[in-house]
């Protein structure tokens, strides 16, 4: 039978009362208290010069714990994660407190931070299955997905801070913590440099490279370049990634669009890489690529002694054929330019029928004296 009177080895404080949530110590609250702890042993050191110092703590069980004393004078150790008070061996045993600390279920919840229940069902033809784990909401994993979002939908930064979208955030998930336009952006260029360093780490393992590159004028009237690279991996599955799309200010000569090309494959580390590159039927390219071609030449040896390094694109050759088979009927379909197909210009095939339809008309009519 236990005596009453006997103080056991560990006080547990009392536990809150059904329906209340005990607050939990933050790492701030627990480092301002360990300090504390500390100025006051120094103060202590101090007032009484005289007196016998006391053995330094210099376990790291002791890092979980300090000294306090009770009403009765006692001098025991408090857990500062769970309040948990320890008895103090005299001759400076600490097991107890390593042991303390491997079961308080408070310190391991602040070193692992807030965790949250979910349900992951999984459905099939015949049953139904319910695991229940924990997961860790995760905030930076959070803002990551959102960086992706906006790149890939184009959308602008504000979009974040629109009201309706933090308030589905809010419901999906009580712990999300909106972000501003200008967290935005700079998630934005963090997730640019994330995905260039995969793609460079791919490039670094391939011999030979093939670019494709071409000038696009938007709306206001701004030309831009696209410099897309075509590769081989080490599954043999052809890739495909665009390296570069950057303003390219007038003039837009061929020493100029050199310059910009080459530019962008020393910034990729792929100058010594080119297999061929492949480029429309404009002038300017011509003057390009051959002014690339002396470039590249002159450090290193291109294959087939760069035979092969201009290739010219056969869907410009072909947009050029289809045009000048055009200007050839260009009367016949001014001449019935009323028509709803002709006036939509939409392209589909239905255009191209009616298209067809009176260019053979004028054809044969062209015909018709000779025979």
Known sequence: ????????????????????????????????????????????????????????????????????????????????????????????????????????????????????????????????????????????????????????????????????????????????????????????????????????????????????????????KISYMVVTCHFVDSNYHLQKRVLNFCDVPPPHSGVCISDALHKCLVEWGIENKIWTITVDNAAYNDVAIRTLKGSLSYKNTLPIGGKIFHVRCCAHILNLLVQDGISEIEDVITKHGGHPAIKLGDGGDHTLLVIFFFADQAITKRLRPLG
């Open 1 to 220: 039978m236990t005596n009453p009177n006997t103080i056991s080895a560990q006080e547990s404080s009392p536990l809150p009362a059904l329906g209340e949530r005990e607050p939990q110590q933050t790492t701030a609250d627990i480092n301002a208290s360990s300090r504390s702890h500390v100025e006051t042993n120094e103060q202590d050191d101090e007032v009484n010069p005289f007196s016998a110092k006391k053995r330094q703590k210099t376990s790291k069980a002791w890092d979980g714990f300090k000294e306090i004393t009770l009403p009765n004078g006692t001098v025991k150790a408090e857990c500062i994660h769970c309040k948990t008070k320890l008895t103090i061996n005299k001759s400076g045993v600490t097991s107890h407190f390593l042991r303390h600390n491997k079961k308080c279920t408070r310190k391991e919840l602040a070193s692992k931070g807030q965790q949250n229940i979910s349900i992951n069902t999984t459905l099939t033809e015949t049953e139904t299955v319910s695991a229940v784990q924990s997961f860790k909401y995760d905030q930076a994993k959070m803002r990551e997905v959102i960086s992706h979002m906006i790149i890939v939908h184009e959308l602008p930064f504000f979009f974040v801070e629109y009201k309706l979208f933090n308030f589905v955030m809010k419901t999906a998930t009580p712990h999300y913590q909106s972000i501003s336009r200008a967290t935005a952006k700079k998630d934005c260029m963090t997730s640019y440099e994330m995905e260039k360093k995969k793609v460079m780490k791919a490039l670094n393992g391939v011999n030979r490279v093939s670019v494709t590159t071409d000038l696009w004028k938007s709306d206001q």
